[in-house]
């Protein structure tokens, strides 16, 4: 037994010693609209090779600097982000503004803050930052090993109030509006100039969305509803391809509306979760996305759960 504990020991500091030619991702950044950049990272998860960057990023360059959308997992997420930046302009980033409270959204803060950026986000995101801070640095160090020593949790410095805020940016216009959905105090970044919006952790195209235990069926079914009202030209969602509308309700919008129409209902009519599991197991329209095999149950259990106890 002694050796059996000691092999699985060892391979999970193997696990975590960075290896000679990892963490050789580079972000790409890629033009949404004028001026607005989005950086679509891959699908799988954190790793030492992306540095947690498996999440979408953005920037808008404005005559004043660069306006950041998330910041990266880490500080060498940060500087990879900060390259992929420098490829389109030489223009400082000034200002970073976080959708959410997920690793990937706002674990870069500290370093775009010793550049001089001004790290903001809606109260909160910025108050859920700091409430997940000590568990997602625990979490990460799983997966990025020793790549994670110089990152500091740095929550947003500048909270705005309200449950929407409008803020204006060296001629740019940005309203950020609660999601509540993956984690509370999720948000996005509406560019009504643009017809851009930012979904952070609400929108997941190519890959099924995953609810977590703190996580709310019912707000995203809600936001998701408020996003279409906006008529958005182009979606940088969470995960996944820029996108349009139509995309982001077939792989994201219709499967809240699945989620909180059949699996909510069966839980309030009080019907057995294992057999609303097994009714709805294989849903052909969304088995194509990455990670169904993986999230679906899960995902179907804790709605079931969230629904339950209203």
Not at 13 to 24: E, N, Q, S, W, Y
Not at 29 to 51: F, H, T, W
């Amino acid at each position: 037994m002694f050796k059996s504990l000691l092999a699985v020991l060892s391979a999970m500091a193997l696990a975590i010693v960075p290896a000679p030619g990892l963490a050789d991702y580079q972000p790409k950044a890629e033009r949404v609209a004028d001026g607005v950049y989005a950086i679509v990272g891959p699908l799988g998860q954190r790793s030492q090779e992306n540095d947690g960057l498996n999440a979408n990023f953005g920037f808008i360059v404005t005559p004043d600097g660069v306006i950041l959308i998330d910041s990266g997992a880490s500080r060498l997420g940060a500087e990879k982000l900060h390259a992929a930046i420098r490829v389109v302009t030489d223009r400082p980033v000034r200002w970073v503004i976080n959708t959410g409270v997920q690793d990937h959204r706002w674990l870069g803060n500290d370093y775009f803050a010793g550049l001089g950026a001004e790290t903001i986000a809606l109260t909160r995101t910025a108050a859920g930052q700091a409430q997940f801070a000590e568990q997602q640095m625990d979490g990460l160090k799983r997966f990025l090993g020793e790549r994670l020593t110089s990152t500091k949790a740095r929550p947003a410095a500048r909270a705005l109030s309200g449950d929407r805020a409008r803020i204006e940016l060296s001629g740019e216009t940005l309203e950020l509006a609660y999601t509540d959905t993956h984690f509370p105090g999720d948000a996005w970044v509406w560019l009504p100039k643009s017809g851009v919006v930012f979904s952070g952790d609400l929108v997941y195209v190519d890959r099924l969305l995953g609810v977590l235990p703190w996580s709310s069926v019912k707000n995203g079914q809600r936001a998701f509803h408020a996003l279409e009202a906006l008529s958005p030209a182009r979606i940088v969602p969470g995960h996944g391809r820029v996108c349009d509308l139509a995309q982001a309700k077939r792989e994201t919008g219709d499967y809240y509306d699945f989620l909180a129409e059949k699996v909510g209902a069966a839980a309030r009519e009080m019907e057995p979760m294992d057999a609303t599991q097994a009714k709805y197991a294989d849903l052909p329209q969304f088995r194509d996305l990455q990670n169904y095999a993986d999230l679906h149950r899960a995902n179907m259990n804790r709605a079931f759960t969230e629904f339950e106890a209203q």
